[in-house]
């Protein structure tokens, strides 16, 4: 018998509907949707695909999801499964699980997934290796903080996503600067950690009832807050193709232990971590939630099944059973440069040319477009390829033959 699973979907972006329109494909079970846009503004495809639709005022309220829960099942018989892959939405849906008795991660876990000094006191109490860390509500702590662990040091929101304000400090005037611009309050919490040297990676990996069962590394070329400094930085995400080797059993380790503290018990999670330069890791930070930035796409065509449509039916049935990776995959982001809307883009020509038959995906910014204001970047390349070495070097080429303009 078909199953009710309900999809809190609040904002119908591009890459939530992609997930509500995975969960519709998911064979035994019935999709609904709860979110704050308005029906109208789902495409006409996914709309008949849905079982139902309840429309609320405020798509991250925990009791209007109640509500909307209860209407829905009225109809549609009792879910099973609550679900949303917003990360700001995590604790949200939590707590309105835990009100109606619908299994899923508990409240507590989502806390120790969105709150980024909560998860760092989690993590380091199981013995898996993080910046050290401070929360901020007072000029002293932030100068004290600084003279333990010295400059630079990496200033954010306790629960920020997207890289939106974070920022690193590297000296006293700089921190001085920033503390006259946002003088820490205790309503106007800042995380302070000390910064971390090394290679930043990517850990996204699957656990059912506690067991791994899956896990992808990927690697992001530069980092992402070079990324956030530099607004023309244009960048790459590389998944290799065979991440089976040593180098990776520490944060295979870590990271599964780290998963088990927080409290994940059955869920894909998307990890940020650093290698160091002397060959130590550091967990950065870890979303109970898939990935962003294309990393979904790309995990499909690195192991050429549907993600989109995997991730919902792990939520709804405990399913996960992809088969193994027989590509690497990667992204490049392509970034405006100057100030104003794009004008135009030099050099695809060339990319087209040289990397074309490794293409299987791309988003380029058309003439005329608003910069964005995310480090995604106006648009990206996705290539494929068995060789790792082959699509490495397609990353690192196209990024410096495309560049896009930007013109008042
Ligand atoms: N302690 C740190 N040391 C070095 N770099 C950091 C540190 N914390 C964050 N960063 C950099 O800033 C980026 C954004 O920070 P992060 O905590 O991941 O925020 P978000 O949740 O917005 O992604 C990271 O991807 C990393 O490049
Ligand atoms: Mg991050």
Same mark, same amino acid.
Do not use: N
């Given at each position: 018998m078909s199953q009710h699973v309900i999809f809190a979907a609040p904002f119908f972006m591009d890459a939530t509907l992609r997930f509500v329109r995975g969960a519709t494909r998911v064979d035994g079970i019935h999709v609904s949707v709860i979110s704050q @846009?308005? $029906?109208?503004?789902?495409p006409a495809d996914l709309r008949a695909r849905l079982a139902g639709h309840w429309r609320i005022e405020?798509?991250?309220d925990p009791d209007q999801l109640v509500t909307a829960v209860r209407q829905l099942e009225k109809r549609l018989g009792k879910a099973v499964r609550l679900m949303g892959a917003l990360e700001q939405l995590q604790v949200p849906l939590a707590r309105a699980r835990e009100a109606l008795g619908?299994?899923?991660?508990s409240v507590e876990a989502a806390r120790n997934f969105r709150d980024k000094s909560r998860m760092k006191d989690v993590l380091r109490g199981a013995g898996v290796p993080c910046a050290r860390h401070a929360l901020v509500t007072e000029r002293q702590q932030a100068e004290a903080f600084a003279a333990k662990v010295g400059f630079p040091i990496v200033v954010k929101?306790? @629960?920020? $996503?997207?890289?939106?304000?974070t920022f690193r400090l590297d000296r006293a005037s700089d921190l001085a600067t920033f503390l006259d611009r946002y003088p820490p309050t205790a309503s106007q919490v800042t995380l302070y950690e000390e910064f971390v040297r090394g290679t930043e990676y990517s850990f996204d990996s699957v656990v059912i009832d506690g067991r791994p069962v899956w896990h992808s590394i990927s690697r992001y070329m530069p980092s992402p807050l070079e990324v956030l400094e530099n607004d023309w930085i244009q960048w790459c995400v590389m998944l290799p193709r065979d991440i089976s080797g040593p180098e990776f059993d520490p944060i295979r380790e870590a990271a599964f232990k780290g998963l088990d503290a927080l409290g994940l018990k059955t869920g894909l999670s998307h990890m940020e971590w650093f290698k160091l330069l002397d060959e130590r890791i550091a967990i950065s930070e870890v979303g109970a939630r898939p990935p962003g930035a294309q990393f979904t796409s790309l995990l499909s065509y690195a192991h050429n099944i549907d993600f989109y449509r995997a991730w919902p039916q792990l939520m709804a049935l405990d399913e996960f059973n992809p088969p193994p990776r027989r590509f690497a995959a990667g992204a490049a982001y392509v970034r405006g440069q100057?100030?104003?809307?794009?004008r135009r883009i030099y050099g695809l020509d060339e990319a087209q040319q040289r990397f074309g038959d490794i293409v299987v995906e791309a988003k380029l910014p058309r003439e005329g477009q608003p910069p964005s204001d995310s480090y995604e970047g106006d648009g990206y390349i996705i290539v494929r390829h068995a060789e790792t070495e082959v699509v490495e070097h397609a990353l690192q080429q196209i990024v410096k033959i495309i560049r896009v303009e930007l013109a008042e």
């Open positions: @846009d308005p $029906a109208e503004r789902l405020d798509g991250l619908i299994p899923g991660v929101p306790p @629960d920020g $996503a997207g890289g939106k304000g100057g100030r104003g809307r794009v």
